[in-house]
């Protein structure tokens, strides 16, 4: 009985071999490939370097290696930010859209800033925010904070302090000095009212008095500011 030989042929193995080495060579040099330019978007507290550095990128890392999970994940651990948003593109490109949390105010006691999220952390007075004067009961607390994200930042930036001040006609009542001289009492129902602020300014013609916005909506005009 004879024996069958198998004939192994060679050549295209070795071609198998060339086109499999010459693809590893293409992925290796393609790793080394740099970030070469980072694009940042949505951000007003923090600053274009400081996303950077939180995202781990601020060597310019290899493109492909850098994964956008990554980039996330290190930025949303920070306390500033509330959402990212990271998209790869051609030329070896990373676009980073940032959503940061609300910086609502600073209470006086301890001097540590609260954020939208109801966070409190020791900024080192680094951003200037309204400051809280005084203790807000825990039963209106929460009330209050949904009150302040309803402010728009441009407004929020003309409030110096806040005062819880209730009456006996009203428990939610609050008391905001305006760094223009001018102020406003609100109550928690009406918090987002404050957003019109300069509509009002403009009907007074620039005339220094009190804003009630708690019952009703008025403007007293200060005596001495006529």
Known sequence: MKKKRLKIKILPIFII??????LLLILYFLSLIPIKNIYISGNDYLTDQEIIELANIENYPSFFKTT????????????????????????????????????????????????????????????SVPILLNYVPDTKYDSFIKGMNKIKED????????????????????????????YVYLTLTKFSQINYYEEVLEKVEGKKGILYLDSGNHFQIMEDSA
């Open 17 to 22: 071999m060339i086109i499999l080495l010459i």
């Open 68 to 127: 956008k999970t990554s980039i996330q994940k290190n930025l949303e651990s920070n306390d500033y930010i509330k959402k990212v948003k990271v998209t790869k593109k051609l030329l070896a490109e990373i676009h980073i859209e940032v959503e940061e949390e609300k910086l609502l105010f600073r209470k006086e006691e301890d001097q540590l800033l609260v954020l939208g999220n109801k966070k409190e952390i020791n900024d080192q007075y680094r951003y």
């Open 155 to 182: 407004i929020k930036c003309q409030i110096s302090e806040i005062r819880y001040y209730p009456n006996e006609q009203d428990e939610d009542r609050f008391l905001l000095y305006m760094n223009d001289g001018n």
